[in-house]
C-alpha cells in the first residue's frame, strides 16, 4: 500500500483534491504547520483496517439493500479517549445482544457495524458556546479539544490525532479479540439476553419472545449445531464506522489497495458523511466520492429529492449495490411526510441504496433541568414511521443507527425501566448526544422486533 500522498494518479480525483473545496466544521488548528507535520506523521503508520474487510463488508450492505440483510448500525455519539476496556467490552455486548433479537425475527443476518474505533470528531452548531457570561470555542470531540470548560482545554490541539489512532487501533485490536475468540458466541449472547428478560421489569413483557429464540437456540442444539461444533456460532464479523469529519485526518489514512489499485480510507471499514457536511460541491463529498468504502450520508427533514439524487450520483455513480447507505434521521413527526418522496426519488431513479432509520439525531430537546435528551418513545415512533414510509413505497427498511452505550447512564428518557426528566441528573456522562442505555438498548431491540413481527413493516 502506497501513502496518500505518495502519488497523483491522472483521474479528476485523488486524495488531496478535497483541498480545493469548502470544507466545513474543520478546526481553527493555532498553528497549520503542526497540523501539517501531524498528517505527514499519520500517512507513514500502518492502515487500521484493509480493503479486503471494506470490500466484504460492501457485499453484505448488498444483501441489506436487496432486502436479504439487516443493518444494525450503532454506538457513542462522541467517544472518549478515557473509554475502559469494560465499557467497550459492554457496548459490543449490547449490540450483539440486539442483533441476536433482530436476527431471530427478520430471519435474516444481520450485518453489525460500531460507530466505534474512531468516532472522535463531531460537528457543531456553532464555532463556540457561551456559559455565564464566558464565551469559548465549542467541544469538538476528543480528536480535537477536551470537553472541560477552560480556555486551555478548548483549545484545538492538532497532536489529539495521534492520538486518536492510536486509541483507535488498540479499541479494534480489543473488538477482534472479543469477536473472534468465543466472547460472542450464540449461546452466550442469549443467555445475556435471558438475564435480561428475567432481571428487569423493561424485560419481562419479552418472556415469550425470548422462550422462541430459546426453542431454536436448544433445536439447533439438539441437531448437534453448537458453538464446538460451528465456528459461525462462536465469532461475529464486526466493522467499524465512523463520520469522516476531519478531512486532513481521513486523507492521512488513505492507502491505495496493492490489488486492484483502489484507494480505501483506511481508518474504518465504514464513513458517512453527517447532515451538516452533505453539500453536493462541498469538500466531504468530494473527499469521499473517490475512496471505496461502503459509504454512508445523513439525510435530515430539509433535504429534497433532487439533492439525495444528486448525493447518489456523487457518491455511486456506477450503482454499485451496497456502496451508498442513506440513513434517514428526520425526526418522529416529520418522517411519515419527509420520507417518501425521498424514497420514491431514488425508487424510480434505480439507485441501489440501504436506507436505514437514525432515529435519535431528530428528536433532541432540552428537557426542563436544562440537558440535552431524547425519549424512547419518540425513537420508536420513528423507526415505526419510518418502516411504514417503506411499506408504502415498496422499498426495503434496511436497518438501524443508532446511539447507544452498555454503562448504565441516565441520558434518554423512557424504555421499560422507564429514566425520568428527575433522574437524568444521576448518571448523565455523554460528551456530546444523550445514548440509550443499555437495558433500553435491548428493549428497543424487542419493541422493533415486535414492530416487525406485527407485520408494520
Ligand atoms: C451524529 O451522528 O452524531 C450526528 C452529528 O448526526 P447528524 O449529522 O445526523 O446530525
Ligand atoms: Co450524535
Request: net charge negative; with cysteine; proline share 5%.
Amino acid at each position: 500500500m502506497n501513502t496518500a500522498t505518495s502519488s497523483r494518479p491522472s483521474t479528476d480525483w485523488d486524495p488531496r483534491s478535497w483541498r480545493d473545496r469548502v470544507a466545513l466544521q474543520q478546526p481553527q488548528w493555532p498553528d497549520e504547520s503542526v497540523h501539517e507535520d501531524v498528517l505527514g506523521e499519520l500517512s507513514a503508520l500502518p492502515p487500521l483496517v484493509f480493503a479486503g474487510e471494506a470490500r466484504e463488508l460492501t457485499d453484505s450492505l448488498a444483501a441489506v439493500a436487496a432486502g436479504e440483510a439487516f443493518l444494525l448500525q450503532a454506538g457513542d455519539c462522541a467517544e472518549s479517549f478515557d473509554t475502559s476496556a469494560d465499557s467497550i467490552r459492554d457496548r459490543l455486548r449490547v449490540i450483539l445482544q440486539m442483533a441476536v433479537v433482530l436476527t431471530y425475527y427478520t430471519g435474516v443476518p444481520v450485518v453489525k457495524v460500531g460507530r466505534i474505533a474512531g468516532q472522535f470528531a463531531k460537528p457543531r452548531s456553532s464555532d463556540t458556546e457561551t456559559v455565564d457570561g464566558v464565551e469559548l470555542p465549542s467541544f469538538r470531540g476528543h480528536i480535537v479539544n477536551d470537553v472541560g470548560f477552560t480556555a486551555d482545554e478548548r483549545i484545538a490541539d492538532p497532536t489529539r490525532l495521534l492520538t486518536a489512532y492510536h486509541r483507535a487501533a488498540a479499541t479494534l485490536n480489543l473488538l477482534r479479540a472479543f469477536t473472534k475468540g468465543g466472547f460472542a458466541s450464540l449461546s452466550r449472547v442469549h443467555q445475556w439476553n435471558r438475564e435480561f428478560v428475567a432481571d428487569s421489569p423493561a424485560g419481562q413483557r419479552y418472556e415469550a419472545l425470548a422462550d422462541e429464540i430459546d426453542r431454536a437456540v436448544q433445536f439447533m442444539s439438539a441437531c448437534g449445531i453448537t458453538s464446538d461444533t460451528l465456528s459461525d456460532l462462536r465469532q461475529v464479523d464486526f466493522y467499524t464506522s465512523h463520520e469522516a469529519l476531519l478531512l486532513g485526518y481521513e486523507e492521512a489514512l488513505t492507502r491505495q489497495d496493492s490489488l486492484t489499485g483502489e484507494w480505501y480510507d483506511c481508518s474504518a471499514h465504514m464513513l458517512w458523511i453527517g447532515e451538516r457536511t452533505r453539500q453536493l460541491d462541498g469538500a466531504h463529498v468530494e473527499f469521499l466520492r473517490g475512496v471505496r468504502n461502503p459509504l454512508g450520508c445523513k439525510v435530515g427533514p430539509t433535504a429534497t429529492p433532487d439533492e439525495v439524487l444528486g448525493l447518489c450520483e456523487a457518491l455511486n455513480p456506477d450503482r454499485v449495490p451496497g456502496r451508498l447507505t442513506l440513513v434517514s434521521r428526520m425526526g418522529a413527526t416529520k418522517v411519515v411526510d419527509g420520507l417518501p418522496p425521498l424514497l420514491a426519488a431514488v425508487r424510480e431513479a434505480g439507485h441501489p441504496v440501504v436506507w436505514v432509520c437514525d432515529p435519535m439525531h431528530g428528536n433532541t430537546f432540552t428537557a426542563d433541568d436544562g440537558r440535552k435528551t431524547r425519549h424512547f418513545e419518540d425513537v420508536l415512533a420513528e423507526v415505526s414511521g419510518f418502516f411504514a414510509a417503506h411499506r408504502f413505497a415498496g422499498t426495503h427498511p434496511g436497518g438501524v443507527h443508532l446511539e447507544l452505550t452498555g454503562d448504565d447512564v441516565t441520558e434518554c428518557l423512557g424504555g421499560g425501566s422507564e429514566v425520568l426528566t428527575e433522574d437524568l441528573g444521576s448518571r448523565y456522562e455523554t460528551m456530546c448526544d444523550p445514548r440509550l442505555n443499555g437495558s433500553q438498548s435491548v428493549d428497543l431491540a424487542f419493541r422493533v422486533a415486535e414492530l416487525l413481527r406485527n407485520g408494520t413493516h
